[in-house]
């Protein structure tokens, strides 16, 4: 989070994607390091324990998510 915040700080768009349990911390982060309103992706948890074709299955469905967050500025 750390650094995705000072990259958008910096007017460079970032995406951070977590699992369901983090995004309070995500969130909590975020306003703590100037970027209250920034939204993280959210991914489906856990991660832990799925083969590489279901990972790639949950990155699949955050594909236009991330191509929104790195491409619609405000």
Request: glycine share 12%; aromatic share 0%; charged share 25%.
């Given at each position: 989070?750390?650094?995705?915040?000072?990259?958008?700080?910096?007017g460079v768009p970032t995406v951070v994607v977590c699992t369901s349990p983090f995004l309070d911390?995500?969130?909590i982060h975020a306003r703590m390091l100037g970027r209250s309103g920034f939204q993280p992706l959210v991914i489906?948890?856990?991660?832990?324990?799925?083969g590489p074709e279901q990972v790639?299955?949950?990155?699949?469905?955050l594909e236009e998510g991330i191509v929104a967050a790195l491409t619609h500025r405000d």
């Open positions: 989070m750390h650094d995705a915040m000072a990259l958008e700080n910096r911390s995500a969130h489906p948890h856990p991660l832990g324990g799925l790639k299955g949950r990155a699949t469905d």
